[in-house]
């Protein structure tokens, strides 16, 4: 079975400074994705970032950066220069299994401040 | 671009009650997902698809079913609301391949008294 866990329920950055949002990952697939979605209070959820299993180099999108660990299962998104829009629910997935399922963390509310 | 619509966006049912949800998405995706999102849980997967005529239960697919009769629509079923399954009900759609993120609807809050 796949899981993802998301350890932090809440964290708080000063603003232009960076963050990291844990993610730790199970799966006995060898092939799979990561992905990091943003939830802003208005409800939808915004694609940010992917990495998949066999990536070498971390992936980097705008100032969203994956630090993927794969041996210790792990796949941390990194805010840099945080902004006040920034503060929203951060989610992890991942999608595995020949089936394509894709499974959520809890998610890590974060808040950004002035 | 409509990209993943669903229908409704709110509803209050009385226990016992049913009622289907709809999903509609235009991008040709191969794959569709339901998921129920509550406070402190994340969004947990309650059945999808990969392709018409196809589905599978996810982590939490009681008291719901499911079906998908066209590429492009996935129905979201609930025979006899309880009140446990008040939720924010978000559907999904991606393409093939494991590198494609989903594509999300706007979500249904649903309320069961």
């Known amino acids: 079975a796949q899981k993802i866990t998301q350890t932090q329920p809440g964290m708080f950055v000063q603003e232009k400074e960076a963050v990291t949002l844990d993610c730790t990952y199970d799966?006995?697939?060898?092939?799979?994705?990561l992905f990091w979605y943003k939830q802003p209070s208005s409800g939808e959820m915004i694609f940010l970032i992917y990495?998949?299993?066999?990536?070498?180099q971390n992936a980097t999108e705008g100032r969203y950066s994956l630090n993927f660990q794969k041996a210790r299962k792990s796949a941390n998104l990194v805010i840099s220069a945080s902004q006040l829009g920034d503060s929203a629910m951060y989610f992890c997935a991942m999608s595995s299994g020949g089936y394509q399922k894709v499974t959520f963390g809890t998610g890590t509310k974060l808040q950004v401040i002035p | 671009n409509a990209g993943v619509t669903q229908t409704p966006k709110f509803r209050v049912l009385k226990t016992g009650q049913s009622m289907t949800l709809l999903c509609a998405q235009d991008m040709n995706h191969e794959y569709m997902y339901w998921y129920r999102q509550d406070p402190g849980m994340g969004l947990r997967l309650i059945h999808y698809?990969?392709?018409?005529?196809?589905?599978a239960k996810g982590e939490v697919p009681d008291g719901y079913n499911v079906s998908r009769l066209k590429k492009q629509n996935f129905l979201l079923g609930l025979e006899s609301a309880a009140p446990s399954q008040t939720s924010v009900y978000f559907c999904a759609s991606r393409a093939g391949g494991y590198n494609q993120p989903q594509h999300f609807g706007d979500g249904t809050r649903l309320s069961i008294l």
């Open positions: 799966t006995s697939d060898q092939s799979y994705g």
């Open positions: 990495q998949g299993s066999y990536d070498e």
């Open positions: 698809s990969v392709g018409e005529g196809t589905t």
